[in-house]
Protein backbone atom coordinates (compact mmCIF):
# COMPACT_ATOMS: atom_id res chain seq x y z
CA UNK A 1 0.00 0.00 0.00
CA UNK A 2 1.23 3.37 -0.76
CA UNK A 3 2.31 5.84 1.42
CA UNK A 4 -0.84 8.33 -0.19
CA UNK A 5 -3.61 5.91 0.46
CA UNK A 6 -2.23 4.71 4.16
CA UNK A 7 -2.52 8.18 5.20
CA UNK A 8 -5.55 8.79 3.53
CA UNK A 9 -7.44 6.19 5.52
CA UNK A 10 -6.15 7.07 8.64
CA UNK A 11 -7.46 10.58 7.82
CA UNK A 12 -10.77 8.74 6.34
CA UNK A 13 -11.36 7.08 10.11
CA UNK A 14 -10.31 10.13 11.95
CA UNK A 15 -12.97 12.48 10.10
CA UNK A 16 -15.31 10.12 11.46
CA UNK A 17 -14.69 11.30 14.92
CA UNK A 18 -17.14 13.20 16.02
CA UNK A 19 -15.94 17.42 16.15
CA UNK A 20 -13.25 16.43 14.14
CA UNK A 21 -13.08 18.25 10.21
CA UNK A 22 -10.54 17.75 7.56
CA UNK A 23 -8.23 19.88 8.77
CA UNK A 24 -8.25 18.66 12.78
CA UNK A 25 -7.92 14.98 11.13
CA UNK A 26 -5.00 16.67 8.89
CA UNK A 27 -3.50 17.94 12.42
CA UNK A 28 -3.84 14.59 14.26
CA UNK A 29 -2.52 12.58 11.23
CA UNK A 30 0.56 14.44 10.83
CA UNK A 31 1.08 14.93 14.37
CA UNK A 32 1.26 10.78 14.66
CA UNK A 33 3.18 10.48 11.86
CA UNK A 34 6.06 12.45 13.48
CA UNK A 35 5.39 10.73 16.42
CA UNK A 36 7.69 7.97 17.83
CA UNK A 37 6.34 4.09 16.79
CA UNK A 38 5.89 4.08 20.78
CA UNK A 39 3.34 7.26 21.40
CA UNK A 40 1.45 6.11 18.73
CA UNK A 41 1.03 2.41 19.80
CA UNK A 42 0.16 3.48 23.47
CA UNK A 43 -2.46 5.57 21.29
CA UNK A 44 -3.20 2.30 19.58
CA UNK A 45 -3.20 0.34 23.07
CA UNK A 46 -5.39 2.55 24.54
CA UNK A 47 -8.13 2.60 22.39
CA UNK A 48 -8.24 -0.98 22.00
CA UNK A 49 -8.54 -1.15 25.78
CA UNK A 50 -11.04 0.85 26.54
CA UNK A 51 -13.48 -1.04 24.13
CA UNK A 52 -12.85 -4.46 25.23
CA UNK A 53 -12.46 -3.68 28.74
CA UNK A 54 -15.18 -0.64 29.44
CA UNK A 55 -18.96 -1.59 28.72
CA UNK A 56 -21.98 -0.18 30.22
CA UNK A 57 -23.43 -1.01 34.19
CA UNK A 58 -25.97 -3.85 34.12
CA UNK A 59 -27.64 -1.36 36.66
CA UNK A 60 -27.80 2.33 35.44
CA UNK A 61 -26.04 2.10 31.80
CA UNK A 62 -23.08 4.26 32.45
CA UNK A 63 -19.98 3.24 31.69
CA UNK A 64 -18.37 0.40 34.17
CA UNK A 65 -15.31 -2.29 33.96
CA UNK A 66 -17.26 -4.46 36.06
CA UNK A 67 -20.84 -6.05 36.30
CA UNK A 68 -21.99 -2.18 38.39
CA UNK A 69 -20.48 0.93 37.70
CA UNK A 70 -18.25 2.72 40.70
CA UNK A 71 -21.33 5.13 41.31
CA UNK A 72 -23.84 2.08 41.28
CA UNK A 73 -21.00 0.12 44.15
CA UNK A 74 -20.44 2.95 46.00
CA UNK A 75 -22.43 2.40 49.45
CA UNK A 76 -21.67 5.91 50.45
CA UNK A 77 -24.24 7.50 47.77
CA UNK A 78 -28.05 8.37 48.36
CA UNK A 79 -29.36 5.75 47.49
CA UNK A 80 -33.14 7.45 47.64
CA UNK A 81 -32.20 9.75 44.55
CA UNK A 82 -31.97 8.71 41.10
CA UNK A 83 -30.46 11.21 38.56
CA UNK A 84 -31.85 10.52 35.06
CA UNK A 85 -29.53 11.68 32.03
CA UNK A 86 -29.45 11.41 28.39
CA UNK A 87 -25.91 9.85 27.94
CA UNK A 88 -22.96 8.29 30.38
CA UNK A 89 -20.81 11.79 29.31
CA UNK A 90 -23.58 13.07 31.54
CA UNK A 91 -22.84 11.50 34.60
CA UNK A 92 -19.17 12.31 34.29
CA UNK A 93 -20.15 16.51 33.86
CA UNK A 94 -22.67 16.36 36.82
CA UNK A 95 -19.90 14.43 38.91
CA UNK A 96 -17.40 17.26 38.24
CA UNK A 97 -19.70 19.62 39.87
CA UNK A 98 -19.62 17.77 43.50
CA UNK A 99 -22.99 18.99 44.37
CA UNK A 100 -24.73 15.66 43.60
CA UNK A 101 -24.51 12.36 45.66
CA UNK A 102 -27.02 10.06 44.25
CA UNK A 103 -27.31 7.27 41.70
CA UNK A 104 -27.66 7.63 38.26
CA UNK A 105 -30.05 6.12 35.32
CA UNK A 106 -28.51 6.76 31.72
CA UNK A 107 -31.35 6.43 29.26
CA UNK A 108 -29.19 5.96 26.39
CA UNK A 109 -30.25 8.92 23.82
CA UNK A 110 -33.26 11.05 23.83
CA UNK A 111 -36.85 11.15 22.42
CA UNK A 112 -36.89 12.00 19.35
CA UNK A 113 -39.59 11.37 16.85
CA UNK A 114 -37.72 12.58 14.13
CA UNK A 115 -34.50 10.09 14.44
CA UNK A 116 -37.44 7.74 15.04
CA UNK A 117 -36.18 7.25 18.77
CA UNK A 118 -39.22 6.74 20.91
CA UNK A 119 -39.34 5.73 24.55
CA UNK A 120 -39.35 1.91 23.58
CA UNK A 121 -35.01 2.52 21.97
CA UNK A 122 -34.22 4.01 25.03
CA UNK A 123 -33.47 2.51 28.91
CA UNK A 124 -36.76 3.49 29.92
CA UNK A 125 -38.39 -0.13 31.01
CA UNK A 126 -34.98 -0.50 33.21
CA UNK A 127 -35.37 2.67 35.33
CA UNK A 128 -39.28 1.83 35.87
CA UNK A 129 -38.27 -1.29 36.68
CA UNK A 130 -35.84 -0.25 39.01
CA UNK A 131 -38.59 2.64 40.72
CA UNK A 132 -40.55 -0.91 41.16
CA UNK A 133 -37.66 -2.75 43.19
CA UNK A 134 -35.49 0.05 44.78
CA UNK A 135 -36.39 2.76 47.99
CA UNK A 136 -36.32 5.63 45.67
CA UNK A 137 -37.85 8.93 46.78
CA UNK A 138 -37.06 11.56 43.94
CA UNK A 139 -36.27 11.32 40.14
CA UNK A 140 -34.15 14.09 39.12
CA UNK A 141 -34.21 14.48 35.55
CA UNK A 142 -30.95 16.21 33.90
CA UNK A 143 -31.64 15.80 30.16
CA UNK A 144 -30.19 19.00 27.88
CA UNK A 145 -33.06 22.39 27.64
CA UNK A 146 -33.72 21.52 24.33
CA UNK A 147 -36.86 20.13 22.05
CA UNK A 148 -35.69 16.57 22.74
CA UNK A 149 -34.92 17.11 26.12
CA UNK A 150 -37.78 18.51 27.31
CA UNK A 151 -39.85 15.80 25.77
CA UNK A 152 -37.90 13.53 27.39
CA UNK A 153 -38.65 15.10 30.66
CA UNK A 154 -42.28 15.62 30.17
CA UNK A 155 -42.96 12.22 28.90
CA UNK A 156 -41.09 11.00 31.98
CA UNK A 157 -42.66 12.90 34.42
CA UNK A 158 -45.86 11.93 33.43
CA UNK A 159 -45.05 8.27 33.42
CA UNK A 160 -43.51 8.66 37.21
CA UNK A 161 -45.75 10.77 38.84
CA UNK A 162 -48.48 8.04 39.10
CA UNK A 163 -46.11 6.14 41.20
CA UNK A 164 -46.22 8.88 44.41
CA UNK A 165 -42.67 9.38 43.07
CA UNK A 166 -41.55 13.12 43.41
CA UNK A 167 -40.44 14.45 39.88
CA UNK A 168 -37.82 17.19 39.43
CA UNK A 169 -35.90 19.02 36.53
CA UNK A 170 -32.79 20.92 36.43
CA UNK A 171 -33.14 24.16 36.60
CA UNK A 172 -32.09 26.00 33.94
CA UNK A 173 -31.68 29.93 33.21
CA UNK A 174 -29.17 32.56 32.87
CA UNK A 175 -25.67 31.51 33.04
CA UNK A 176 -23.28 32.86 35.76
CA UNK A 177 -21.63 35.74 34.46
CA UNK A 178 -24.08 36.61 31.68
CA UNK A 179 -25.47 39.47 30.35
CA UNK A 180 -29.43 39.25 30.06
CA UNK A 181 -29.17 41.91 27.01
CA UNK A 182 -27.64 38.78 25.12
CA UNK A 183 -30.04 36.12 26.47
CA UNK A 184 -32.34 34.61 24.37
CA UNK A 185 -35.91 34.85 25.50
CA UNK A 186 -36.63 30.63 25.78
CA UNK A 187 -33.49 31.18 28.30
CA UNK A 188 -34.34 34.62 30.24
CA UNK A 189 -38.47 33.13 30.60
CA UNK A 190 -37.06 29.94 32.22
CA UNK A 191 -34.71 32.25 34.20
CA UNK A 192 -37.84 33.93 35.42
CA UNK A 193 -39.60 31.00 35.71
CA UNK A 194 -37.34 29.55 38.07
CA UNK A 195 -36.49 31.87 40.30
CA UNK A 196 -35.89 31.28 43.84
CA UNK A 197 -36.29 33.46 47.05
CA UNK A 198 -33.00 35.06 48.47
Do not use: W
Not at 89 to 103: H, K, M, N, P, Q
Not at 123 to 134: F, I
Not at 191 to 198: M, N
Amino acid sequence: MSADRSLQILLDELGRLPGIGPKSAQRIAYHLLEADAEEARRLADAILMVKSEVHFCSRCFNYATGDECAICEDSSRDRGRICVVGEPRDVSAIERTGSYRGLYHVLGGVISPMDKIGPEQLHVRELLARLGTEDIDEVIIATNPNIEGETTASYLARTIKPLGITVTRLASGLPVGGDLEYADELTLGRAIEARRAL
